[in-house]
């Protein structure tokens, strides 16, 4: 492809052909290959030097143990309210019937103006446990004014 000058958009007939490319079994592995060295520079799931072994925090869920369970759990609510998940916590291991989804996005993804009381995540998890196929828990990590690096570390912490 050629090269766009600075601060022009390219054709749409571009966006086509790398959505169509993107589409294919070779555009995926391509993009899947690329996804942690994007931003960090390394490998997707390598964890950079000095980190801690064990369980990381996810966004907000700061992992804490009771017995042998491990869960995560987010602080209280503040007075004014926050921008994540109205879940207040989850354990690390699911039940074995139990399938889980990991949710993340940004302000509509979060339901941003009907959140806590109503949200994507919430009604996701309703229609599929009206399915009735199993059990489905949906985890909300979306929340509102995400950034792409953000979005990144907690999809790789999850």
Same mark, same amino acid.
């Given at each position: 492809m050629a090269r766009q000058k600075a601060g022009k958009r390219p054709p749409?007939?571009? #966006?086509?052909?790398?959505?169509?490319?993107?589409? %294919?079994?070779?555009?995926?592995?391509?993009?899947?290959?690329?996804?942690?060295?994007? +931003? %960090?520079? +390394?490998r997707s799931g390598s964890l950079p030097k000095? %980190?801690?072994?064990?369980?990381? +925090?996810?966004?907000?869920?700061?992992?804490?143990?009771?017995? +042998?369970?491990?869960?995560?759990?987010?602080?209280?609510v503040g007075p004014f309210g926050d921008h994540y998940s109205a879940r207040h916590s989850f354990t690390a291991h699911k039940a074995p019937s139990t399938l889980r989804v990991c949710y993340f996005g940004e302000s509509a993804a979060a339901g941003y103006l009907y959140a806590p009381h109503l949200t994507?995540?919430?009604?996701?998890?309703?229609?599929?446990?009206?399915?009735?196929?199993? #059990?489905?828990?949906?985890i909300d990590f979306s929340r509102t004014n995400e950034r792409i690096a953000g979005l990144m570390e907690a999809v790789e912490a999850a």
């Open positions: 749409l007939a571009w #966006c086509d052909r790398l959505a169509s490319w993107l589409a %294919t079994a070779e555009g995926l592995r391509s993009l899947r290959g690329l996804q942690g060295k994007l +931003r %960090t520079g +390394r000095n %980190t801690p072994a064990g369980p990381r +925090r996810i966004q907000i869920w700061e992992p804490v143990r009771a017995g +042998r369970e491990l869960a995560f759990e987010r602080p209280a994507p995540a919430q009604i996701l998890e309703q229609q599929l446990n009206a399915i009735g196929r199993g #059990c489905f828990e949906v």
